[in-house]
């Protein structure tokens, strides 16, 4: 028992500790930030991300670093990731818009709908399935066990019901998003997108930094996208970053 | 119509059960083959390749080798099933359209394909690919062409980074009834940058070439030069079908021009290639902001606001309007501006002419005086080079005032304040701060919807569900019958009774002991016979049980329990182990009357 105790100590005291590097870490980065040295900042907040995790917040001051250092495609990525993890924050919404606002050529932009189902994330579409789940069979359950309470649990159990459908059919829709469909925002200054998979195919178009492009297949090194016109073209993998799509 | 019936039914009855899996496919030899449909094309064609695998099906349509001065673009798959003679095959073939980018002789080398670990592999094809050539004056002169091509540019001479619109002529003879599918297959324009090529549809016009009459019609093909040195456009070539009368049909010439339904013709156009010297950029009197832009511009520069504190952003508004290659125009890097600090501009296009030659280009920068000592915004200058005059020019705008107060005097900015969002009715000037603190770190998880373990917990409650009804409709199947719930009473009661048994076999109360077996074999009795255990008697053993199937040995049994019974009111039994033997006893025959069906 002592030893159990002693060992529950340590972890306790390494997690603490680990936490407080973190921190630290964090606020150095900030540091960076805040005398104007944005490259450096953009790194050390990457480097964070790699070796411990992320967090909105995390990624919103990265996506700040990379836009100041004049990365539009980066700022985009740290900017929606963010969002994917917090979709209610304001603060990320609005950053994000801003530094769209300032991609130049065609780009592509969620829908109403898209925007609209994306005020929750996958998890939290998935957690309040769940519960409507649980909540109408718990109804069930209980109109099993007290008959007599049927009648008045009627009204609950098809409220219940019909919020799971609801917000089940969302949820696939928002699944079918985030594992069939990618979005790949360019990293480079500009992305020739070419008619096929090969270093000298024809140059059909020309996306720029930030741009974002639907992803349509993937072969080797290179990936197909569609851009929100529908021009279609071959870029390299290394000339983007690829998103899930919800 | 019924004789065919008879075949018809297995043979539709065979395709029912293949398509449902039962019949196995006969075993038909694998393979793989590679083709083209043409081994001969000129430059502007396109050949279609295509992969062909027998009896299998790999995952993915299979990866080219690279082959210089050929292009391969993947179409997509198709698949055929055939049955015949009982045999059934199956083939699926991936299509490639090859397009040369030269002439010359060419060879796809040989593929080697792996499918589900089975090794294929096909032989070399040779394409060779001629010249695209446009027709001579004196064939176009004569009217034997029925469609020709013809490429002109405005100018010999160029400068590197000037914009001209270059034009393609489509000639279609008169006697062309129709025609479409016409489509750019090569549009070589080496050391040019070009746009997207627009057909002039108010520009169609009907011109004498010989002894015929030719529908022109003109696309404009937008170019800048981008290398310096003597330049090459084209040949530019094109496929097309035309519709031309039917020379097969004979009968009356007045009726032929009104069912003549003529015939489909492939052409392959082409033009001559056109020279074009490009001209390097003039060295002599170039400005030191220059970057690039070349053609004819005026500037108007705007800056505000102009009361501001220490940090805060001012918005320079720059509007460069005018011909040239707008896209390309960047903006200058501003010098003198060392005492503000910038952020990157953004830009906007809004172009007057279909090819983006002419318009006006935007730029926002966002700026902020870093210190209060800053009196004035300086001049903002734009230089370029006109191709018409061959002369630099730089415009300038002058400079603007500021009043720029030190940080403390004033509160912060309202957007550096913001914490909640870009305000709605007012354009953000700058994106809005970090955050100070990091928050709930997140290492990368699977998302709960596919997490097994997580699905397989959302099965609790339709398990609970299941169980709940089945209680429900056995706690009901019981309160509706009257006989299951008397066999679950008795059954309790025996069992509970055996245990009274022993403990008065155990105890030596004889007395007890009787009226209790009594008891039990009249419930027991009852409950079996379906009628009041009171009303069960000695006699009932011989006149109803054997109805229900009990042995004669369980009838043996039971007898002779009764009879220990009525003993038993006039000569006890004493011993401890007599009393436990008839417990044992009446056990053996009470599982026995349990387990008939009354």
Same mark, same amino acid.
């Given at each position: 028992?002592?030893?159990?105790?002693?060992?529950?100590?340590?972890?306790?005291?390494?997690?603490?500790?680990?936490?407080?590097?973190?921190?630290?870490?964090f606020?150095?980065?900030?540091?960076?930030?805040?005398?104007?040295?944005?490259?450096?900042?953009?790194?050390?907040?990457?480097?964070?991300?790699?070796?411990?995790?992320?967090?909105?917040?995390?990624?919103?001051?990265?996506?700040?670093?990379e836009?100041?250092?004049?990365?539009?495609?980066k700022?985009?990525?740290?900017?929606?990731r963010?969002? #994917?993890?917090a979709? %209610? !924050?304001?603060?990320?919404?609005?950053? &994000? $818009?801003?530094?769209? =606002?300032?991609? @130049?050529?065609?780009?592509?932009?969620?829908?109403?709908?898209?925007?609209?189902?994306?005020?929750?994330?996958?998890?939290?579409w998935?957690l309040?399935?769940?519960?409507?789940?649980?909540?109408?069979?718990?109804?069930?359950?209980?109109?099993?066990?007290?008959?007599?309470?049927?009648?008045?649990?009627?009204?609950?159990?098809?409220?219940?019901?019909?919020?799971?459908?609801?917000?089940?059919?969302?949820?696939?829709?928002?699944?079918?998003?985030?594992?069939?469909?990618?979005?790949?925002?360019?990293?480079?200054?500009?992305?020739?997108?070419?008619?096929?998979?090969?270093?000298?195919?024809?140059? #059909?178009?020309?996306? %720029? !930094?930030?741009?974002?492009?639907?992803? &349509? $297949?993937?072969?080797? =090194?290179?990936? @197909?996208?569609?851009?929100?016109?529908?021009?279609?073209?071959?870029?390299?993998?290394?000339?983007?970053e690829?998103?899930?799509?919800? | 119509?019924?004789?065919?019936?008879?075949?018809?039914?297995?043979?539709?009855?065979?395709l029912?059960?293949?398509?449902l899996?039962?019949?196995?496919?006969?075993?038909?030899?694998?393979?793989?083959?590679?083709?083209?449909?043409?081994d001969?094309?000129?430059?502007?064609?396109?050949?279609?390749?295509?992969?062909?695998?027998?009896?299998v099906?790999?995952?993915?349509?299979?990866?080219?080798?690279?082959?210089?001065?050929?292009?391969?673009?993947?179409?997509?798959?198709?698949?055929?099933?055939?049955?015949i003679?009982?045999?059934?095959?199956?083939s699926?073939?991936?299509?490639?359209?090859?397009?040369?980018?030269?002439?010359?002789?060419?060879?796809?080398?040989?593929?080697?394909?792996?499918?589900?670990?089975?090794?294929?592999?096909?032989?070399?094809?040779?394409?060779?690919?001629?010249?695209?050539?446009?027709?001579?004056?004196a064939?176009?002169?004569?009217?034997?062409?029925?469609?020709?091509?013809?490429?002109?540019?405005?100018?010999?001479?160029?400068?590197?980074?000037?914009?001209?619109?270059?034009?393609?002529?489509?000639?279609?003879?008169?006697?062309?009834?129709?025609?479409?599918?016409?489509?750019?297959?090569?549009?070589?324009?080496?050391?040019?940058?070009?746009?997207?090529?627009?057909?002039?549809?108010?520009?169609?016009?009907?011109?004498?070439?010989?002894?015929?009459?030719?529908?022109?019609?003109?696309?404009?093909?937008?170019?800048?030069?981008?290398?310096?040195?003597?330049?090459?456009?084209?040949p530019?070539?094109?496929?097309?079908?035309?519709?031309?009368?039917?020379?097969?049909q004979?009968?009356?010439?007045?009726?032929?021009?009104?069912?003549?339904?003529?015939?489909?013709?492939?052409?392959?156009?082409a033009?001559?290639?056109?020279?074009?010297?490009?001209?390097?950029?003039?060295?002599?009197?170039?400005?030191?902001?220059?970057?690039?832009?070349?053609?004819?511009?005026?500037?108007?520069?705007?800056?505000?606001?102009?009361?501001?504190?220490?940090?805060?952003?001012?918005?320079?508004?720059?509007?460069?309007?005018?011909?040239?290659?707008?896209d390309?125009?960047?903006?200058?890097?501003?010098?003198?501006?060392?005492?503000?600090?910038?952020?990157?501009?953004?830009?906007?296009?809004?172009?007057?002419?279909?090819?983006?030659?002419?318009?006006?280009?935007?730029?926002?920068?966002?700026?902020?005086?870093?210190?209060?000592?800053?009196?004035?915004?300086?001049?903002?200058?734009?230089?370029?080079?006109?191709?018409?005059?061959?002369?630099?020019?730089?415009?300038?705008?002058?400079?603007?005032?500021?009043?720029?107060?030190?940080?403390?005097?004033?509160?912060?900015?309202?957007?550096?304040?913001?914490?909640?969002?870009?305000?709605?009715?007012?354009t953000?000037?700058?994106i809005?701060?970090?955050?100070?603190?990091?928050?709930?770190?997140?290492?990368?998880?699977?998302?709960?919807?596919?997490?097994?373990?997580?699905?397989?917990?959302?099965?609790?409650?339709?398990?609970?569900?299941?169980?709940?009804?089945?209680?429900?409709k056995?706690?009901?199947?019981?309160?509706?019958?009257?006989?299951?719930?008397?066999?679950?009473?008795?059954?309790?009661?025996?069992?509970?009774?055996?245990?009274d048994?022993?403990?008065?076999?155990?105890?030596?109360?004889s007395?007890?002991?009787?009226?209790?077996?009594?008891?039990?074999?009249?419930?027991?009795?009852?409950?079996?016979?379906?009628?009041?255990?009171t009303?069960?008697?000695?006699?009932?053993?011989?006149?109803?049980?054997?109805?229900?199937?009990?042995?004669?040995?369980?009838?043996?049994?039971?007898?002779?329990?009764?009879?220990?019974?009525?003993?038993?009111?006039?000569?006890?039994?004493?011993?401890?182990?007599?009393?436990?033997a008839?417990?044992?006893?009446?056990?053996?025959?009470?599982?026995?009357?349990?387990?008939?069906?009354?």
């Amino acid at each position: 028992m002592k030893k159990l105790s002693t060992i529950l100590l340590a972890l306790i005291f390494a997690g603490k500790l680990f936490a407080a590097d973190v921190a630290t870490d964090f606020s150095a980065a900030n540091q960076l930030y805040a005398e104007g040295k944005f490259a450096a900042a953009a790194n050390a907040y990457k480097k964070i991300l790699a070796a411990v995790g992320t967090s909105p917040n995390l990624l919103f001051n990265y996506g700040n670093a990379e836009f100041k250092s004049g990365n539009l495609g980066k700022t985009i990525v740290a900017f929606r990731r963010a969002e #994917l993890l917090a979709p %209610r !924050d304001s603060e990320i919404r609005a950053n &994000l $818009d801003f530094v769209r =606002d300032r991609v @130049q050529g065609e780009t592509l932009r969620e829908s109403r709908r898209q925007m609209w189902l994306g005020q929750l994330t996958l998890n939290e579409w998935t957690l309040l399935v769940a519960a409507a789940f649980w909540l109408t069979f718990i109804l069930l359950v209980a109109k099993q066990i007290r008959p007599t309470l049927a009648a008045k649990l009627k009204g609950a159990t098809w409220v219940f019901a019909s919020l799971t459908i609801f917000s089940g059919t969302i949820l696939g829709v928002q699944a079918a998003n985030h594992f069939s469909r990618q979005t790949a925002v360019i990293i480079s200054s500009e992305a020739g997108a070419q008619s096929g998979p090969f270093a000298d195919a024809q140059n #059909l178009f020309t996306a %720029r !930094d930030g741009a974002e492009l639907s992803v &349509l $297949d993937q072969r080797g =090194d290179w990936i @197909q996208v569609a851009s929100g016109s529908g021009k279609i073209g071959w870029l390299q993998t290394k000339q983007v970053e690829i998103l899930p799509g919800a | 119509m019924n004789r065919f019936r008879p075949q018809i039914f297995p043979i539709v009855g065979f395709l029912f059960l293949a398509a449902l899996g039962f019949v196995p496919p006969v075993a038909v030899a694998a393979g793989f083959t590679a083709s083209l449909d043409r081994d001969t094309i000129a430059v502007g064609e396109q050949a279609t390749l295509s992969l062909k695998f027998d009896g299998v099906q790999p995952q993915n349509a299979p990866a080219l080798p690279d082959v210089a001065g050929l292009q391969f673009q993947y179409v997509g798959p198709s698949s055929s099933f055939s049955f015949i003679n009982g045999q059934t095959s199956s083939s699926t073939t991936y299509n490639y359209i090859v397009a040369p980018q030269r002439d010359g002789e060419f060879t796809i080398p040989g593929m080697r394909v792996d499918v589900s670990g089975q090794q294929f592999a096909s032989l070399p094809l040779k394409l060779i690919v001629s010249k695209a050539n446009a027709p001579s004056a004196a064939a176009v002169n004569s009217g034997s062409e029925v469609s020709f091509l013809k490429f002109t540019f405005p100018k010999n001479k160029i400068y590197v980074g000037e914009s001209e619109v270059g034009q393609l002529d489509l000639y279609l003879r008169d006697d062309v009834q129709n025609f479409g599918n016409f489509q750019l297959t090569g549009v070589p324009t080496d050391g040019f940058s070009a746009g997207k090529i627009a057909g002039l549809q108010s520009q169609h016009r009907r011109v004498q070439v010989g002894n015929r009459v030719y529908t022109v019609i003109p696309l404009a093909v937008p170019l800048t030069a981008v290398r310096t040195g003597a330049l090459t456009l084209g040949p530019f070539t094109a496929s097309a079908v035309v519709v031309l009368p039917s020379q097969n049909q004979g009968g009356d010439p007045f009726f032929q021009q009104f069912f003549n339904q003529g015939e489909q013709k492939q052409v392959t156009l082409a033009t001559d290639p056109v020279n074009v010297e490009s001209l390097p950029l003039p060295e002599q009197n170039k400005p030191a902001n220059f970057t690039g832009a070349v053609g004819d511009f005026t500037m108007t520069a705007t800056a505000g606001p102009t009361n501001v504190t220490v940090g805060d952003p001012i918005t320079v508004r720059m509007q460069i309007s005018g011909r040239g290659a707008l896209d390309a125009i960047t903006l200058p890097a501003q010098d003198a501006w060392q005492n503000f600090k910038t952020y990157p501009p953004t830009t906007k296009m809004e172009t007057s002419d279909q090819f983006g030659f002419q318009g006006t280009k935007m730029f926002e920068q966002i700026i902020s005086p870093e210190n209060a000592d800053v009196h004035e915004l300086p001049p903002v200058s734009f230089s370029f080079f006109n191709p018409d005059d061959g002369q630099y020019h730089t415009l300038t705008q002058p400079a603007v005032p500021l009043a720029v107060k030190a940080a403390g005097d004033s509160p912060m900015p309202t957007l550096a304040a913001n914490k909640n969002g870009a305000p709605e009715n007012q354009t953000p000037q700058d994106i809005l701060p970090i955050k100070e603190n990091l928050g709930r770190l997140e290492t990368k998880t699977v998302p709960f919807v596919v997490q097994p373990e997580f699905l397989a917990l959302q099965s609790v409650p339709v398990l609970a569900f299941l169980a709940a009804f089945i209680w429900r409709k056995r706690t009901d199947n019981l309160a509706n019958n009257p006989r299951l719930r008397r066999q679950r009473v008795v059954a309790q009661l025996v069992n509970g009774g055996l245990s009274d048994l022993n403990k008065f076999a155990a105890d030596n109360k004889s007395d007890e002991f009787f009226a209790m077996l009594f008891r039990l074999l009249q419930e027991q009795l009852g409950e079996r016979l379906d009628c009041p255990a009171t009303a069960i008697t000695e006699a009932d053993v011989d006149k109803r049980l054997i109805y229900i199937g009990a042995s004669p040995a369980a009838l043996e049994s039971l007898r002779e329990l009764f009879h220990l019974c009525n003993q038993a009111r006039y000569a006890p039994i004493q011993t401890r182990q007599e009393l436990a033997a008839v417990a044992a006893k009446f056990k053996k025959a009470v599982m026995e009357l349990q387990s008939l069906k009354p």
